[in-house]
């Protein structure tokens, strides 16, 4: 990897820093209207490179991560006269480092880029692969590359300016990378609550960095993407599942809270097939209730979301639901399947430990 | 260099052969207008890969080397539900592998792709790099990647196809490389006429070969664009300066018929700076001049020619023309400059040498 992660809150420093290393003579930082807003005033603020930098603001939202902007981008790079020594900064979530990573990776074959990941999901996002792309022709990230950025600076000093449920909806893939690693870095999440007004940003950059170097480590071991990665599945054929449900309902939820009862329910199977320690999920559900409240669901509704698991991508073999599921904290199991029936005793369990009538 | 240089006039076997070695399930052929009419039916009625491939078709020439058929490849690719793991053939000049060689390296974040170039100067050139790209905002090669393709197939089965004058424009660039190699290369190929009817295209592979061998050790050994690889511009300065000037004249000559003239004249100045030998000076004139036949110049076209080399991109030094100029055959001396009044003196040497009044 030849990417540096820098955790640090001292992000206008780690960036001045940056530049001088690089040798950048000119900066070119891609926001979105969020973070132009709300963000972009904060590292100006700090940062000499960010206040001598050129702008560019491009639409927020998936749904603008499409070819237009990037040809927007790719137009005004050309107008700034960007050169192939210039840095790009992306400052946002994902759409903004995948469309302005794409952007950068493409003008004049490759500039220097780094990544300011402003959410939660994008900080513990930020440790792998170099993906960029856009949307194109109705498919997610249809077009794109493989461009690791020079580096990341990855803090937690930008989010105070998210929604909540933005924050708590990162915050659970981290609770599912605690799961997937040990009791310790488990413990250190449960003990931590990433809600207003106690939301302490100076101990959830520790939290961030151990979840990012979780992430890193599964996928290093497997760069083909057939095994071991598929650990990071844990929580999400239910919560895909649940995802797709609320669609249908009207009423989206969340990714990040899907992805949290998600995990609760593929616990409740995990002690059902594997043994998984009852306590560990007395706990684990206690703290998902506790933060995120509870996805009403009825029995009535079981027929259509094991329907919706059944369409998931990570099946392989024809009519079989696939899970991945822990032994214990820190043993994952990949690979695993249950029957209907089984996922039906598992969502009873989930509404009974959500207080669910 | 990942990419394989197959060199052969047995195109279909080697495709038909790469498409089994890579287990590819599915072939994609970009040609454009040109080559889908005459070189496609060649290439399928010796390859079961060709045969059964899906063809898309672009608009030829570098005026179309653009977003517009970037972004219809792309719909072109998914449309036919191409995968990573589909095989995209760039069949064609330097427009065609520029263009589809970005499409394959974008497209799902990289597919494979191999090359089969249909003309002279792509074939000499498909041994370096891996350039991908289009044009854009009025710049040439604004947008694109460095993104070997999994090999090319270098044959000369398919310049009959092609007109004359772009066979000859192409074998300029082959003379240069051989200038800079050595007395035996460049003795083979000045014993060699590519002009029709005698163009023999099972003699000429052996020549392309080794051109592309000169190119690749040259380009290899200065990765970083500064030194050697400037030995390459042998013939470029006054080359340019002849084919901008075609230009103001309103009847524009090829670009290697140009880089041929300023062969001619480049080693007359090699003669005079450095004592490039008489005798071969005499005997390469002959040859640009048999072939090529002469480009009229008088002494009242020396300010605007000179004129020209200093807006030459190469000079680095303000009011300074620079030259990379030959002591020997096989030995290049780059950063060399020559004052109005001794290119004035090379000029009319030129003009002497091609019989012009």
Chains 1, 2 share one sequence.
Not at 44 to 57: F, L
Not at 106 to 125: F, S, W
Request: with cysteine; net charge negative.
């Amino acid at each position: 990897m030849k990417q540096k992660l820098i955790f640090t809150n001292l992000v206008g420093q780690a960036l001045d820093d940056l530049v001088a290393d690089l040798g950048a003579p000119q900066v070119v930082i891609v926001a979105d209207t969020n973070t132009a807003q709300f963000v972009l005033p904060i590292l100006v603020n700090d940062s000499k490179a960010a206040a001598g930098a050129r702008i560019i603001t491009m639409k927020s939202g998936d749904a603008n991560k499409n070819l237009d902007e990037l040809t927007s981008l790719w137009r005004q790079l050309a107008a700034m006269e960007a050169t192939r020594s210039t840095l790009v900064v992306n400052l946002g979530g994902g759409v903004v480092s995948d469309l302005g990573g794409f952007a950068a990776a493409t003008y004049k074959r490759g500039m220097k880029c780094v990544n300011i990941p402003t959410t939660v999901l994008a900080a513990v996002d930020a440790s792998v692969g170099g993906k960029t792309g856009i949307n194109f022709n109705g498919l997610k990230n249809q077009l794109g590359t493989f461009s690791e950025p020079e580096a990341a600076i990855i803090s937690t000093i930008f989010f105070n300016t998210l929604p909540q449920q933005q924050v708590l909806s990162g915050y659970a893939e981290m609770l599912k990378h605690g799961l997937l690693e040990d009791e310790a870095t488990l413990g250190k999440l449960l003990a931590y609550s990433p809600v207003y007004p106690i939301f302490d940003s100076a101990s959830l950059l520790p939290l961030i960095e151990a979840s990012v170097g979780v992430k890193a480590r599964i996928v290093e071991a497997d760069l083909t993407e057939t095994g071991l990665r598929k650990a990071l599945n844990l929580g999400h054929t239910i919560g895909h599942a649940l995802e797709s449900f609320s669609y249908t309902r009207k009423s989206p939820i969340a990714h990040g809270y899907a992805v949290a009862w998600g995990l609760v329910t593929e616990l409740v199977l995990s002690h059902l097939q594997l043994g998984f320690p009852s306590e560990e999920l007395h706990r684990f559900a206690e703290y998902v209730l506790h933060n995120y409240g509870a996805y009403e669901i009825t029995c009535d509704d079981y027929p259509a979301l094991i329907a919706a698991m059944r369409q998931d991508k990570k099946n392989t073999v024809a009519d079989q639901i696939n899970f991945t599921l822990l032994e214990a904290v820190g043993k994952p199991k990949i690979d695993c399947t249950a029957s209907p029936e089984q996922i039906g005793a598992a969502l009873d369990i989930y509404r009974d430990l959500m207080h669910l009538a």
